[in-house]
């Protein structure tokens, strides 16, 4: 079996366009806050650099008593929870309005999971 080599630009070219087609399947999810807001959240309950990103991104929206980094934040997803974010912040304007897009118990669920850890790094710096 025979494989292709690419140049570099070429492979440049292949993986831009894998990554803007990605971006145009999220396309309808970023206009439907709710979609952005269920879809971190089902992030933010894993155990990964992606899920606490998640977390810290939707705790500070919650209230203020947890902060996010957002450069970690932006930084640690992959493009569907990176156009879910900025979906949502779209959407969310100036406040904390989470609780339009999730219950009490699912901030409930994250706040258990990562609370203390966002607490903690807010205190810190």
Not at 22 to 41: I, S
Not at 79 to 85: G, M, P, Q
Not at 93 to 105: I, T
Request: glycine share 6%; proline share 1%; with cysteine.
């Amino acid at each position: 079996m025979k494989t292709q080599t690419l140049t570099r630009e070429e492979f440049i070219a292949q993986f831009t366009a894998r990554q803007e087609q990605e971006r145009a399947n999220f396309a309808a999810m970023r206009k439907d806050p709710q979609a952005c807001a269920t879809t971190l959240w089902q992030l933010a309950c894993g155990d990964t650099s992606g899920s606490r990103s998640a977390s810290a991104l939707l705790l500070s929206l919650w209230n203020n008593h947890f902060a996010a980094n957002m450069r970690d934040v932006m930084g640690n997803l992959d493009i569907k929870h990176t156009e879910a974010a900025l979906g949502l912040l779209e959407h969310m304007g100036g406040g904390c309005w989470l609780e339009r897009y999730l219950k009490d118990d699912q901030v409930l669920r994250v706040i258990n999971q990562w609370g203390e850890f966002h607490e903690i790094r807010r205190d810190r710096s």
